[in-house]
């Protein structure tokens, strides 16, 4: 396969693998769906993996396919901008679990020709990072110049630096956590039940029918986006303000502004996300505990490490605080790798990473121009 048929927009190519996972299980053959922005150098070491959050994908810098909309990271991928596209070649994959190309739910299980819903194994962050370890090695990247994502791309990148060392000269991490808190676990588990609640579900093989979960997963993604505002947000952007009427209506539809903008997004989530998917990325992070496989110590995670490290916390980050970030320089410093760390004020709460943040983009320039890197 040429180059220019590995790099690209709208890029996917079905690998043998096989993905040894956590559970035990064998994920084979492993789909991968991918954009690529910018060229590889001729030493092939100057490329920038971006992981993505939950509901994320890989189109961080081109037009949705399903929504029309343009990239989620517009605003730091390109010419020019933090993720500099005329110096680096930044990749974007498609996790494994999710629903926009890669093997997931929705996927074609070989074994039965129909797809595997809830037949699909149950994966971690681990096991994503290892399928992107697979990809990254059929496009002949042996070590990337950066790993950088927010939220639970946030996790990917550190299981990278943890898992592949070698592979990883610098990674950037953004509003995350090395470990779900048993809140973090119950809002999930509240979205999760909203799904498997939703009589269309039928156990998750709805796949062909003519119905699915569209409810349960609208509710799932409205309870999720409340943890993603700050309420500093929220008031300023609603507070109490009544949606299109001058008095309450004294009943249920949608009085307040607030009521009016969740329930749009979560009626427009369920066109673009596929509710299998949302169980399980959303198990993924709640397994996600970087220190438990080195017995609770997290410094172990990075015992050696030669990766250099970014942190970026927001100060009205509720989901996950700055003391979770803290809690990961610590465990850096103690192991004695380079970390450096910035909280940053927004009034946006842990949606802050996706939205333009001028400050969290002069950081990450800055780190990537430190470091001599591309």
């Known amino acids: ?7 690209g927009l709208d890029k996917g190519i079905r690998l043998m693998g096989p993905v040894k996972l956590d559970s035990g299980a064998e994920l084979v053959p492993v789909d991968f769906a991918y ?11 100057n490329a920038i993996l971006i992981c993505h959050a939950l509901t994320g994908d890989q189109y961080v810098a081109s037009q949705h396919p399903a929504t029309g909309k343009p990239g989620w990271w517009l605003n730091m991928v390109g010419p020019g901008k933090p993720l500099d596209t005329d110096r680096f070649c930044v990749i974007c994959i498609n996790v494994l679990g999710s629903c926009m190309g890669s093997s997931g739910p929705a996927s074609i299980n070989p074994a039965t020709n129909n797809p595997y819903g809830m037949a699909f194994p149950v994966i971690t962050i681990a096991d994503m990072v290892r399928a992107q370890a697979i990809l990254l090695d059929h496009l002949e990247i042996e070590r990337l110049a950066c790993v950088i994502g927010g939220s639970m791309g946030g996790m990917q990148a550190l299981s990278w630096a943890s898992l592949f060392p070698d592979r990883v000269k610098s990674a950037i991490v953004i509003a995350s956590t090395a470990r ?5 676990i119950a809002f999930h588990e509240v979205g999760r039940q909203a799904i498997m609640a939703d009589p269309n579900w039928q156990g998750g093989d709805y796949y062909g029918s003519d119905n699915s979960p569209a409810k349960g997963l609208a509710v799932a993604r409205m309870a999720a986006h409340i943890t993603y505002m700050s309420e500093e947000g929220l008031t300023g952007k609603f507070g109490r303000n009544l949606q299109d009427r001058e008095a309450k209506s004294f009943g249920f539809d949608a009085d307040f502004q607030v009521e009016s903008y969740l329930r749009h997004q979560g009626s427009t989530f369920v066109d673009r996300f596929d509710a299998n998917s949302y169980l399980y990325i959303t198990r993924a992070m709640d397994y996600f505990d970087l220190a438990e496989a080195h017995n609770g110590v997290l410094a172990k995670a990075f015992s050696g490490s030669k990766t250099r490290f970014c942190l970026i916390s927001f100060d009205s980050d509720w989901l996950y605080p700055t003391a979770e970030s803290r809690r990961i320089v610590h465990a850096l410093n103690a192991a004695g790798a380079a970390a450096s760390f910035v909280e940053l004020s927004s009034p946006f709460g842990h949606d802050a990473f996706l939205l333009e943040t001028p400050e969290m983009n002069r950081v990450i320039a800055g780190f990537l121009s430190a470091g001599d890197i591309g």
């Open 1 to 7: 396969m040429s180059e220019d048929d590995r790099f």
């Open 35 to 45: 954009e690529s922005y910018g060229a590889l150098n001729e030493a092939r070491d």
């Open 180 to 184: 779900h808190s048993a809140q973090n």
